[in-house]
């Protein structure tokens, strides 16, 4: 019994999925590091306050659900302590 040779993958729809996979692997490991460079560095958090309050606030939102920490009250008395400029508007979970 001789065994009938495998088709060799190389359709228009396997490289669409290929680049498929290669897109979303790179988009995952894109957003890891996004989150641990957030979760890691205080600056980087204060930057994206200054820029992006609405995208920190849904980070602070999912940091207090997850009850890992209060980083929130954290960085906001550092950055008093620091003496640097804060927002007046209250972050979206806050109202």
Known sequence: ??????????GFGYRVM??????????????YYFF???????EFRY???MKHPSLL???Y???KQLGQR??????????QQQGKQLREEALPYNK
């Open 1 to 10: 019994m001789r065994k009938e040779p495998v088709a060799k993958k190389s």
């Open 18 to 31: 290929k680049g498929f996979v290669v897109a979303e692997t790179a988009l995952m490991i894109g957003c």
């Open 36 to 42: 641990k460079k957030l979760n890691n560095k205080q």
């Open 47 to 49: 930057e994206w306050y």
């Open 57 to 59: 606030g849904m980070y």
């Open 61 to 63: 939102m999912i940091d």
């Open 70 to 79: 209060n980083t929130y009250y954290t960085d906001v008395q550092t950055w």
